[in-house]
Protein backbone atom coordinates (compact mmCIF):
# COMPACT_ATOMS: atom_id res chain seq x y z
CA UNK A 1 0.00 0.00 0.00
CA UNK A 2 0.97 3.66 -0.65
CA UNK A 3 1.43 6.15 2.03
CA UNK A 4 1.62 10.02 1.27
CA UNK A 5 4.19 11.78 3.46
CA UNK A 6 3.80 14.74 4.11
CA UNK A 7 7.67 15.07 4.32
CA UNK A 8 10.46 17.22 3.47
CA UNK A 9 12.80 14.81 3.05
CA UNK A 10 16.02 15.57 0.92
CA UNK A 11 18.64 13.24 2.05
CA UNK A 12 22.06 11.97 1.17
CA UNK A 13 23.16 9.09 3.44
CA UNK A 14 22.47 6.62 5.82
CA UNK A 15 21.31 8.44 8.85
CA UNK A 16 21.61 6.10 12.45
CA UNK A 17 18.12 4.75 14.29
CA UNK A 18 15.34 7.58 15.14
CA UNK A 19 13.64 6.60 18.09
CA UNK A 20 10.02 8.56 18.44
CA UNK A 21 9.99 7.49 22.02
CA UNK A 22 6.03 9.12 22.72
CA UNK A 23 5.10 6.65 20.19
CA UNK A 24 7.59 3.39 20.45
CA UNK A 25 8.20 3.78 16.29
CA UNK A 26 11.74 2.98 15.01
CA UNK A 27 12.86 4.50 12.11
CA UNK A 28 16.32 3.27 10.61
CA UNK A 29 18.18 3.41 7.93
CA UNK A 30 16.89 6.79 5.72
CA UNK A 31 18.64 6.69 2.17
CA UNK A 32 17.79 9.49 -0.32
CA UNK A 33 18.96 9.23 -3.46
CA UNK A 34 21.54 7.05 -3.47
CA UNK A 35 23.76 8.66 -0.76
CA UNK A 36 24.32 11.63 -3.64
CA UNK A 37 23.56 15.38 -2.90
CA UNK A 38 19.98 16.85 -4.61
CA UNK A 39 21.00 19.37 -7.29
CA UNK A 40 17.91 21.13 -8.14
CA UNK A 41 17.54 23.45 -11.69
CA UNK A 42 15.24 26.04 -12.32
CA UNK A 43 12.07 24.34 -13.30
CA UNK A 44 12.24 20.63 -13.56
CA UNK A 45 10.95 18.35 -11.26
CA UNK A 46 13.06 16.06 -9.07
CA UNK A 47 12.19 12.90 -7.57
CA UNK A 48 15.14 11.14 -5.85
CA UNK A 49 14.25 8.02 -4.25
CA UNK A 50 13.76 7.34 -0.35
CA UNK A 51 14.57 4.00 1.44
CA UNK A 52 14.24 3.33 5.02
CA UNK A 53 13.04 0.33 7.20
CA UNK A 54 9.83 0.77 10.17
CA UNK A 55 9.53 -1.28 13.44
CA UNK A 56 6.76 -0.82 15.59
CA UNK A 57 5.99 -1.40 19.16
CA UNK A 58 4.12 -4.62 20.72
CA UNK A 59 0.48 -5.16 19.46
CA UNK A 60 0.62 -3.25 15.97
CA UNK A 61 1.22 -4.77 12.57
CA UNK A 62 3.28 -3.12 9.97
CA UNK A 63 0.52 -4.92 7.10
CA UNK A 64 -1.91 -2.42 8.80
CA UNK A 65 -1.53 1.11 7.12
CA UNK A 66 -4.38 2.20 9.17
CA UNK A 67 -2.87 2.20 12.44
CA UNK A 68 0.75 4.21 12.02
CA UNK A 69 2.45 7.12 10.19
CA UNK A 70 6.23 6.86 10.26
CA UNK A 71 7.57 9.94 7.67
CA UNK A 72 11.20 11.51 7.24
CA UNK A 73 11.32 14.61 6.58
CA UNK A 74 13.89 17.72 6.31
CA UNK A 75 13.47 20.97 7.82
CA UNK A 76 15.10 24.51 8.71
CA UNK A 77 14.93 25.95 11.81
CA UNK A 78 16.02 24.48 15.59
CA UNK A 79 13.67 21.95 16.00
CA UNK A 80 11.56 19.33 14.40
CA UNK A 81 8.40 20.34 15.27
CA UNK A 82 5.15 20.63 13.42
CA UNK A 83 6.17 23.70 11.75
CA UNK A 84 8.78 22.84 10.28
CA UNK A 85 7.07 20.30 7.76
CA UNK A 86 4.68 23.50 6.33
CA UNK A 87 7.18 24.07 3.63
CA UNK A 88 7.67 20.52 2.93
CA UNK A 89 8.55 18.78 -0.05
CA UNK A 90 5.99 15.61 -0.75
CA UNK A 91 6.93 11.97 -0.84
CA UNK A 92 5.00 9.02 -1.96
CA UNK A 93 6.28 5.60 -0.83
CA UNK A 94 5.36 1.79 -0.31
CA UNK A 95 5.77 -0.53 2.23
CA UNK A 96 6.54 -4.01 2.47
CA UNK A 97 6.39 -6.31 5.76
CA UNK A 98 9.44 -8.39 6.17
CA UNK A 99 9.20 -9.40 9.44
CA UNK A 100 6.81 -9.33 12.38
CA UNK A 101 6.42 -5.48 12.99
CA UNK A 102 8.66 -4.37 10.64
CA UNK A 103 8.37 -3.00 7.02
CA UNK A 104 11.12 -2.10 4.01
CA UNK A 105 9.82 1.21 2.49
CA UNK A 106 10.87 2.87 -0.47
CA UNK A 107 9.59 5.60 -2.95
CA UNK A 108 10.37 9.00 -4.81
CA UNK A 109 10.49 12.43 -3.46
CA UNK A 110 8.72 15.05 -5.45
CA UNK A 111 10.68 17.89 -5.48
CA UNK A 112 9.75 21.03 -7.49
CA UNK A 113 11.81 24.28 -7.61
CA UNK A 114 8.95 26.76 -8.92
CA UNK A 115 6.83 26.04 -5.60
CA UNK A 116 9.05 24.35 -2.71
CA UNK A 117 12.33 26.13 -3.26
CA UNK A 118 11.78 29.99 -2.84
CA UNK A 119 15.15 31.30 -1.84
CA UNK A 120 18.49 30.08 -3.11
CA UNK A 121 19.50 30.12 0.97
CA UNK A 122 17.40 26.66 0.78
CA UNK A 123 20.61 25.80 -0.73
CA UNK A 124 22.42 24.73 2.35
CA UNK A 125 22.63 21.47 4.65
CA UNK A 126 19.13 20.48 5.63
CA UNK A 127 18.15 18.84 8.77
CA UNK A 128 16.55 15.13 9.07
CA UNK A 129 13.20 15.27 11.34
CA UNK A 130 10.90 11.79 11.69
CA UNK A 131 7.24 12.13 12.45
CA UNK A 132 6.23 9.55 14.10
CA UNK A 133 1.97 8.30 14.76
CA UNK A 134 -0.22 5.75 15.83
CA UNK A 135 -3.93 5.61 15.87
CA UNK A 136 -6.90 3.61 17.62
CA UNK A 137 -9.36 1.37 16.47
CA UNK A 138 -11.85 3.90 16.07
CA UNK A 139 -9.62 5.71 13.46
CA UNK A 140 -8.62 8.45 16.09
CA UNK A 141 -4.94 9.72 17.05
CA UNK A 142 -3.58 7.95 20.08
CA UNK A 143 -0.39 9.36 19.71
CA UNK A 144 2.33 11.57 17.82
CA UNK A 145 5.77 12.58 17.92
CA UNK A 146 8.35 14.56 16.13
CA UNK A 147 11.62 13.90 16.66
CA UNK A 148 15.25 14.82 15.01
CA UNK A 149 17.66 12.21 13.41
CA UNK A 150 21.29 12.61 13.67
CA UNK A 151 23.35 14.27 10.31
CA UNK A 152 22.28 17.18 7.36
CA UNK A 153 21.52 17.00 3.82
CA UNK A 154 22.64 18.94 1.15
CA UNK A 155 21.09 20.98 -1.22
CA UNK A 156 22.37 22.55 -4.30
CA UNK A 157 21.65 24.48 -7.22
CA UNK A 158 22.30 23.54 -10.29
CA UNK A 159 25.28 24.71 -12.69
CA UNK A 160 25.53 25.10 -16.25
CA UNK A 161 28.88 26.19 -18.53
CA UNK A 162 29.41 26.95 -22.21
CA UNK A 163 32.50 27.71 -24.01
CA UNK A 164 34.07 29.03 -27.33
CA UNK A 165 37.16 29.08 -28.69
CA UNK A 166 38.05 31.70 -31.50
CA UNK A 167 39.68 31.83 -33.93
CA UNK A 168 39.11 28.72 -35.87
CA UNK A 169 41.10 27.33 -37.74
CA UNK A 170 43.72 28.57 -35.92
CA UNK A 171 47.47 29.46 -37.22
CA UNK A 172 49.68 26.64 -35.40
CA UNK A 173 51.69 28.87 -32.66
CA UNK A 174 48.46 31.57 -32.85
CA UNK A 175 46.92 32.71 -29.69
CA UNK A 176 43.51 31.33 -29.02
CA UNK A 177 40.90 33.15 -26.80
CA UNK A 178 38.36 30.70 -24.78
CA UNK A 179 35.61 32.40 -23.35
CA UNK A 180 32.05 30.91 -21.73
CA UNK A 181 30.51 31.30 -18.80
CA UNK A 182 29.26 29.94 -15.78
CA UNK A 183 25.47 30.03 -14.28
CA UNK A 184 23.53 28.61 -11.66
CA UNK A 185 19.93 27.90 -10.57
CA UNK A 186 18.50 31.52 -9.26
CA UNK A 187 15.43 29.94 -7.02
CA UNK A 188 13.71 33.38 -6.96
CA UNK A 189 14.37 34.82 -10.15
CA UNK A 190 13.40 31.10 -11.86
CA UNK A 191 16.55 31.66 -14.29
CA UNK A 192 20.28 31.28 -14.35
CA UNK A 193 22.49 33.31 -13.49
CA UNK A 194 26.06 34.28 -13.45
CA UNK A 195 28.04 32.70 -10.51
CA UNK A 196 30.89 34.95 -9.88
CA UNK A 197 34.19 34.29 -8.25
CA UNK A 198 34.24 31.11 -9.25
CA UNK A 199 38.18 28.90 -9.93
CA UNK A 200 37.16 27.48 -13.25
CA UNK A 201 39.61 24.61 -15.15
CA UNK A 202 39.76 25.48 -18.86
CA UNK A 203 40.77 21.43 -20.11
CA UNK A 204 41.87 20.43 -23.38
CA UNK A 205 42.24 17.22 -25.32
CA UNK A 206 44.05 16.62 -28.68
CA UNK A 207 42.53 15.12 -31.56
CA UNK A 208 42.67 11.14 -31.04
CA UNK A 209 43.41 11.40 -27.81
CA UNK A 210 41.20 10.15 -24.45
CA UNK A 211 41.75 12.34 -21.85
CA UNK A 212 41.63 16.09 -21.06
CA UNK A 213 44.27 18.08 -19.08
CA UNK A 214 44.25 20.75 -17.48
CA UNK A 215 45.60 23.74 -19.05
CA UNK A 216 44.24 26.94 -16.65
CA UNK A 217 42.65 28.20 -14.18
CA UNK A 218 40.72 30.87 -14.41
CA UNK A 219 38.24 33.02 -12.35
CA UNK A 220 34.72 33.86 -12.99
CA UNK A 221 33.87 37.90 -13.20
CA UNK A 222 30.89 39.45 -11.44
CA UNK A 223 28.83 38.29 -14.09
CA UNK A 224 30.34 34.78 -14.23
CA UNK A 225 32.14 35.12 -17.37
CA UNK A 226 35.31 33.39 -18.26
CA UNK A 227 38.45 34.47 -20.88
CA UNK A 228 41.69 33.39 -20.97
CA UNK A 229 43.89 33.06 -23.70
CA UNK A 230 46.44 29.93 -25.10
CA UNK A 231 48.53 29.42 -27.62
CA UNK A 232 47.16 26.79 -30.27
CA UNK A 233 50.07 24.10 -30.70
CA UNK A 234 47.52 21.37 -32.43
CA UNK A 235 44.00 20.41 -33.07
CA UNK A 236 41.85 19.37 -30.14
CA UNK A 237 38.96 19.82 -27.97
CA UNK A 238 38.19 22.78 -25.26
CA UNK A 239 35.89 22.80 -22.58
CA UNK A 240 35.49 24.72 -19.21
CA UNK A 241 34.99 22.29 -15.51
CA UNK A 242 33.53 23.67 -12.71
CA UNK A 243 33.56 21.40 -9.33
CA UNK A 244 31.17 22.55 -7.45
CA UNK A 245 30.31 24.15 -4.06
CA UNK A 246 28.49 22.88 -1.21
CA UNK A 247 25.53 25.27 -2.22
CA UNK A 248 26.23 24.78 -6.14
CA UNK A 249 26.49 21.68 -8.04
CA UNK A 250 29.39 21.02 -10.86
CA UNK A 251 28.98 21.72 -14.55
CA UNK A 252 31.36 20.99 -17.03
CA UNK A 253 30.70 22.88 -20.78
CA UNK A 254 30.50 20.99 -23.84
CA UNK A 255 33.20 21.11 -25.94
CA UNK A 256 34.45 23.54 -28.93
CA UNK A 257 36.67 21.57 -31.54
CA UNK A 258 39.43 23.88 -32.88
CA UNK A 259 41.53 23.24 -36.13
CA UNK A 260 45.10 24.27 -35.99
CA UNK A 261 47.07 24.91 -39.43
Known amino acids: MTVLAGTLVLSAFTVPTAQAAGT ?16 VGTSDVKEPRITFRVHLPAGYSTADFSAWDADPYLYHGTTAAKGARSGS ?34 ATTWKIGVATKLWKT ?7 QYTTAP ?25 LTVTGSLKRADWVKHRYTGVAAATVKLQ ?3 KGGSAYATVKTVKS ?19 WSFGGWSTTGAATSAVDFVDVR
Open 24 to 39: GITVTGIVVNGGKPVV
Open 204 to 206: FRK
Open 138 to 144: NGKLRTE
Open 89 to 122: LQAGYTCYETAARTSDCEGALYIDPRYRLDSNND
Open 221 to 239: SSTGALRTTVKASVDGYWR
Open 151 to 175: GGVQIRRWAKATVNASPEPVKKGGT
